[in-house]
């Protein structure tokens, strides 16, 4: 139970990565396995992301109420193009691997579809940004002297 926790929490946008290996440390799980969780559960609702938040954003975009949601999204995912657009997938890679409020691989997603990136070069550097943003949390959540002395 407390794996699936963690990799429901890995799903959840705002949560993500971040608050998953923080959950995975809480419960006392080791933190390869943690982390592992961590990046699948984050990782998996980015295809779907990628493919169908277009389409969904203008169906919202009819409906009283959810249209203001999706213009909130689609500015948030504006605002952040620019960092992205500056240097395509490494832009997408690094604003996904800094763990920090409002990156990740939610608003990866979103920004790489309203971008209209292809995503055989967005769901490489998305994945290649979770990975990274694991290892960081994972050695802020479990301590980086106890983490980089079981690496090294």
């Known amino acids: 139970m407390k794996y699936l926790s963690v990799f429901g929490m890995a799903m959840l946008p705002l949560a993500e990565l971040r608050g998953s290996i923080i959950l995975g440390s809480t419960l006392e799980l080791p933190w390869f396995e943690t982390y592992i969780i961590s990046v699948l559960g984050n990782m998996l609702p980015v295809p779907f992301i ?39 997938t490494f832009g997408l890679f690094v604003f996904v691997a800094i763990p920090l409020p409002g990156t990740g691989a939610w608003t990866g997603s979103l920004a790489a579809a309203v971008l209209d990136m292809r995503m055989k070069y967005a769901l490489p550097s998305i994945f290649g940004g979770v990975l990274v943003a694991g290892f960081i949390m994972t050695g802020v959540a479990y301590g980086f002297i106890g983490f980089l002395g079981f690496i090294m």
């Open 50 to 88: 990628l493919l169908f938040i277009r389409t969904i954003l203008k169906w919202m975009k009819k409906i009283p109420k959810l249209d203001k949601i999706a213009l909130w999204l689609e500015n948030k995912a504006h605002k952040n193009s620019k960092k992205i657009l500056k240097y395509a």
